[in-house]
Every structure is written in C-alpha cells, then in structure tokens.
Nanobody, 120 residues
Framework: QVQVEESGGGFVQAGGSLTLSCEASGSIFRLIAMGWYRHAPGKQRELVAR???????DYADSVKGRFTISRGNAENTVYLQMNSLKPEESAVYYC??????????????WGQGTQVTVSS
C-alpha cells in the first residue's frame, strides 16, 4: 500500500501565498511523478502542477508564473508554492503520486485533500 499525505492548506487573502506539502510513503518501488490537482465546487478536478522523477515540470496555464512545484530533500516529497492567489482558486487541493509498486506494476495514489480558501 502507498500512502499520500498533504499539509499546508488554509485561509489566505487574495494576493497572498501558501505552500502545500505532500509526502508519499509505503510500498513504492520507484517514483514516476507527483502532482497537485484541485477540485472546486461545480467544476471538474484539474491538474495544477506535476513533476516527474527526472525533474520535468508541467503547469496549468492559469498558474504559470505564480505557482512552483518542487521536490524536497526527502524522497517522494513535493511542495507547491502558490503566490498571488485568487479567490477563484479556492478549492480542495489533492496530491497525486504515480509510482511503480514493483517491476512492471504501477498505479496512482491520492491524498485526502487539503482545503485552500482565498478571500477577496
């Protein structure tokens, strides 16, 4: 089993910053990628940012230049630095870990989510 745990959500005023943290642990043979998604009421879950084991990153167009995803010193840890937050970015933010659990076996694992609320 693989566990994914997020932290760092909260309440911030528009224009403010927050940093989300995520750690994946358990039966991980090798990490493929980790990413952050968000789900706002009435909207579909969307990719915010993703980073591969090789360090390649991918961002939603709406967050480019404001959000930064990075890997921590600890293996299987990622951070999402969010700057200049907007009220419409209020959502539950989920961490995803895409891993090999054994040679030739891979799967996606999700955290429970952390609420980010941006007030206007």
């Amino acid at each position: 089993q693989v566990q994914v745990e997020e932290s760092g959500g909260g309440f911030v005023q528009a224009g403010g910053s927050l940093t989300l943290s995520c750690e994946a642990s358990g039966s991980i043979f090798r990490l493929i990628a980790m990413g952050w998604y968000r789900h706002a009421p009435g909207k579909q879950r969307e990719l915010v940012a993703r980073i591969t084991s090789g360090g390649s990153t991918d961002y939603a167009d709406s967050v480019k230049g404001r959000f930064t995803i990075s890997r921590g010193n600890a293996e299987n840890t990622v951070y999402l630095q969010m700057n200049s937050l907007k009220p419409e970015e209020s959502a539950v933010y989920y961490c995803n870990a895409y891993v090999y659990t054994a040679v030739g076996a891979w799967d996606n694992y999700w955290g429970q989510g952390t609420q980010v609320t941006v007030s206007s």
